[in-house]
């Protein structure tokens, strides 16, 4: 992974100002990057500002391009090496979603948000690279896995650690996109051997 502090210009395409200050603030804040925010606020100016500027990252509500509207971005943006992302706050569907680079929720932390660029802008860590699979997983994440392995509904570990239902599922998604495991019994062996549980947690 590249050591050297990534310079990234990034345009938030969001009607609501209050998302996209707030996330402005936290690009400026992620450690490693330097990104220069550009904020718009309709679809209108979107190709112009595009042109204008030649952002590396197009940050977008997905209500703006809809299912085709991305290709049309793509072919416009006229820089096959633009990374567009869908800044969620609501439920979309896969079939949507699938055509971006990456999904950032406004649920996410910033750890979380310097992973999805990182996973974008730089080669990808392995695991001996690290020295920890473990590391793999955020925090949050080690969180809602051992709670998950314990058998707590969504609903349940939203309560418990206060979150809304929907950052759960999108952060169980991540777990199972990050492990490649997808049954709850391949998550409890994993649990067990990366000692995020013990066997008596399950007496």
Known sequence: MKTEENIL?????????????GLSMVLKRIPGYRV????????ESLGHILEQHKP???II???????????????????????????????????ILAKYDE?????????????????????????????????LLSIREKEILVL????MTNKEIAQKLFLSTHTVVTHRRNIARKLEIHSTS??????????????DDFK
């Open 9 to 21: 210009k990034a345009l938030i395409a969001e009607p609501s100002a209050i998302l996209r200050s």
């Open 36 to 43: 220069l925010p550009i904020e718009i606020s309709s679809i």
């Open 56 to 58: 590396d990252l197009l």
């Open 61 to 95: 509500n997905p209500s703006f391009l809809g299912v085709t509207g991305i290709d049309n971005t793509r072919n416009e943006s006229m820089n096959p090496e633009l990374k567009i992302v869908a800044l969620t706050s609501t439920t979309y569907s896969e079939g």
């Open 103 to 135: 999904v950032i929720d406004i649920h996410d932390s910033t750890e979380q948000i310097k992973q999805r660029l990182d996973k974008l802008f730089n080669e990808p860590e392995t695991a001996s690279e690290s020295g920890d699979e473990n590391e």
């Open 148 to 151: 998950v392995v314990k058998g």
């Open 186 to 199: 391949g998550l409890t062996v994993y649990a067990i051997v990366n000692k995020l549980v013990e066997l």
